[in-house]
């Protein structure tokens, strides 16, 4: 057994299903594997359905006593998991690197973010204000008050095994919600290694049941759970056709869900803007992270007149990253998750070949052992289909335009609507791109790529990436139940709207 591993309290077998401690599981068993050896890391029993309705029962439980404890003493709780993300942050960095195939700055980034989250929360946690009305009846007062939801289920997708959940662990937490994680099949032992180190502190507390886990089979526990009442609120990241299922099945029951779907973000690059700047922010935007994140730069648009000083610049980068293995100094692109992946991209780019896009760099898969490919550079029309297509995989397509209107309309052609950039120095392009005619995307920066959002500004997109905001500015209303209370303390009772009713 790998030490990071053991270390972390991962054994050869683990339970799929937690909730106040490891449950019995009765799913069958699966592995994770290393995405840059191919090798099997270690297995889940998977939980069942009957075994999740255990965590949700006991979720249940657990929300009557935790929705009465104030607020500000939940977030005390909450800075002592940023605490204990911190003592881990190196081992449980190794371990997403190791499970997952990003760097290993990525790796421990993801826990940083997650520990940047309990800080936005332990703050949140004295914040969760409502607003006062002024009443239109006299001796009235109006105001509303945030009250915990309820069972919070979060799923998440491989690509951010860690930091994901965290955006909304962290918050339900504070708001007086449990949370109960259906973490991505291919990423399980991050979330068994997270949820350990964070439940021991709820545990400490005395409290059992706040944080469940449940590691299963998207028929059996996912169907559970988006149709189960007892979840008020469904998150959940993953593709447009994931969310679209998702989002029918919640709505049906009148439940709420909070969409985080695909994106297919572009940078405009003006012929004014700084090139180096714009570069670099290509280079990560589109390669980074082997291209799998949401927020990953999958089309680039570029003022004509720049094209032939920028593209081979861009075409030399491409050739001269290094791809391998993502704990080794120096490697900027690690395998794509598994052999599925590497097929959607070689499908991609013969697509993009039949449809008459033009290969400027990569293109194949690389040989030996683990998953790995070519990050790879097409020069494209920007309405062909497979230009409006997310693969998640390191594909990037440049298309040129010559008027600004012209290429915003490009970045808003596309289904889906998460993040966007512009890269220019000047002032007028930049506020015509952040206009109200601008951008239709749900982030939109300047002279700053399209992925590696901060938490404190709220995260998701418009159109098929689902509307849904999670991470910082007032996401937490999210896991909360708004409620308007009118008060009366005169010796009348006025009706509003001026209706009499006298008997
Ligand atoms: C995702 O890919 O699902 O902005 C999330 C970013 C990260 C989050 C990505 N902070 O790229």
């Not at 662990?169 to 290694?193: Q, R």
Request: net charge negative; aromatic share 6%.
């Amino acid at each position: 057994m790998n030490e990071v591993l053991a270390r972390l309290g991962l054994s050869e077998v683990n339970p799929g299903a937690a909730s106040g401690g490891w449950l019995e599981t009765h799913g069958r068993v699966v592995s994770s594997f290393n995405p840059t050896t191919g090798e099997a890391l270690a297995s889940v029993q998977l939980c069942s359905a009957a075994d999740y309705r255990t965590v949700v029962q006991r979720a249940q439980e657990a929300f009557v006593g935790w929705r009465m404890l104030p607020a500000p003493k939940r977030g005390e709780i909450v800075r002592e998991i940023g605490v204990a993300l911190r003592a881990h942050k190196a081992d449980l960095g190794s371990l997403i690197t190791m499970e997952v195939g990003k760097l290993r700055s990525e790796g421990e980034g993801e826990v940083q973010e997650a520990i940047d989250m309990a800080d936005f929360a332990v703050g949140l946690s004295r914040q969760l204000n409502g607003l006062t009305m002024h009443s239109e009846r006299p001796n009235h007062r109006m105001y509303e008050q945030w009250h915990p939801l309820g069972v919070v289920g979060v799923i998440t997708a491989f690509n951010f095994p860690h930091a994901v959940w965290a955006w909304n662990a962290m918050l339900g937490l504070v708001c007086g919600d449990p949370v109960i994680w259906k973490p991505s099949l291919k990423a399980p032992l991050t979330a068994i290694a997270t949820h350990q180190i964070c439940d021991a502190v709820l545990a400490r507390h005395g409290w059992s049941g706040v944080l469940g886990l449940v590691i299963g089979d998207d028929a059996d526990v996912g169907e559970a759970m988006i149709h189960d009442r007892a979840v008020p609120l469904i998150s959940a990241t993953g593709s447009c056709r994931m969310g679209r299922h998702i989002g029918q099945a919640v709505a049906a029951r009148l439940g709420r869900s909070l969409l985080e779907l695909g994106g297919n973000n572009a940078i405009i690059v003006n012929k004014d803007a700084d090139l180096d700047l714009a570069l670099r922010a290509v280079a990560f935007g589109a390669m980074g992270t082997s291209g799998e994140r949401c927020t990953t730069t999958r089309r680039l648009l570029l003022h004509e007149d720049i094209a032939d000083t920028f593209l081979p610049k861009l075409v030399a980068a491409y050739k001269s990253v290094r791809i391998g293995d993502p704990l080794q100094d120096g490697v900027l692109v690690g395998p794509l998750i598994d052999e599925g992946a590497v097929q959607l991209f070689e499908a991609a780019i013969a697509a993009a070949k039949t449809q008459g896009a033009e290969l400027l760099a990569g293109g194949a898969r690389v040989d030996g052992p683990g998953h790995f490919v070519q990050p790879t550079l097409f020069r494209a029309a920007s309405n062909l289909p497979i230009v409006h297509e997310e693969t998640f995989a390191p594909i990037l397509y440049v298309s040129t335009w010559r008027d600004l209107d012209e290429a915003i309309a490009m970045n808003n052609a596309v289904d889906q609507g998460l993040s966007s950039a512009i890269f220019t120095d000047s002032f007028r392009a930049a506020e015509r791109f952040l206009s109200h005619a601008g951008s239709d995307c749900g982030i939109a920066n300047v002279n700053i790529g399209t992925s590696g959002a901060e938490i404190g500004g709220a995260f998701g997109g418009e159109k098929d990436t689902g509307g849904g905001r999670e991470a910082g500015s007032d996401s937490w209303k999210s896991y909360m139940r708004r409620q308007t209370n009118t008060l009366n303390w005169g010796t009348t009772l006025p009706l509003a709207q001026g209706v009499k009713f006298d008997l």
